[in-house]
């Protein structure tokens, strides 16, 4: 013989009603189990650390290295050290005060960033091993010489290395485009830092505009890298 089960009031039986129909439509089981949703997401400061004052002994030069936070171009203060000299310099070579700058300024940019850096949200996209050289006869004045053709690096590259040599004194005689060449004989191009490039490094163009020689610079290219004997 089956009891039978005792009746609810007739108060709560919409309310049972209403809770089953709840649990039913949403799908979602109770559990006692704490789910790891990970942490709330966080926006870097961008904060710029305060430099050394440079090392002791070794000459270097102040500069704004335009480095990547939040996907733009932010500058950061350093006393950039100037590249060691070669042991056996080649015969009849001029090593240009330009050129040292660019090469220096190339290798702070490859350098990881500072722990303090990297917190602030601070990264690079320049690849390592890219040098600064010389440039060619018929160069216009002021033109760098990379290893690589600018329009072959990661366009976040071009960027940092255009608006960190635009700002350089001792590379830019003022404001106005940087001449960048690659190792081979293709005519140098113009690239500007302007404020399109540092809100959006990656938009930078490819192709710069080619610069034509002068006559003066042509003889002053020639004289440059001319034996002396």
């Not at 056996?88 to 220096?104: F, H, I, L, N, S």
């Not at 440059?224 to 004997?229: D, L, R």
């Amino acid at each position: 013989m089956r009891r039978a089960l005792p009746a609810l009031p007739a108060v709560l039986v919409p309310l049972v009603g209403i809770a089953l129909l709840a649990t039913a439509g949403c799908g979602i089981r109770a559990t006692t189990v704490p789910v790891d949703v990970g942490p709330a997401p966080s926006r870097v400061s961008c904060d710029t650390p305060a430099q050394p004052g440079g090392q002791s002994g070794v000459p270097g030069f102040p500069a704004t290295v335009e480095l990547v936070c939040g996907s733009q171009l932010v500058g950061v203060e350093r006393i950039v050290p100037m590249p060691e000299k070669p042991e056996r310099p080649e015969k009849g070579t001029v090593r240009d005060p330009v050129v040292q700058a660019a090469q220096a300024l190339l290798e702070a940019l490859e350098r990881t960033p500072s722990a303090e850096e990297r917190d602030a949200g601070f990264t690079t996209g320049v690849p390592a091993g890219l040098t600064a050289g010389a440039p060619k006869p018929g160069d216009p004045a002021g033109t760098v010489r990379l290893s690589r053709k600018p329009e072959d690096l990661p366009p976040v590259a071009l960027s940092q290395i255009v608006c960190t040599l635009a700002g350089s004194e001792t590379v830019s005689a003022g404001p106005g485009p940087v001449v960048l060449g690659g190792p081979d004989a293709d005519p140098p191009r113009a690239w500007e830092c302007t404020d399109a490039v540092r809100s959006r490094p990656e938009s930078v163009p490819t192709l710069g505009e080619i610069v034509r020689p002068t006559a003066t610079a042509t003889a002053t290219a020639t004289a440059t890298t001319s034996p002396t004997g």
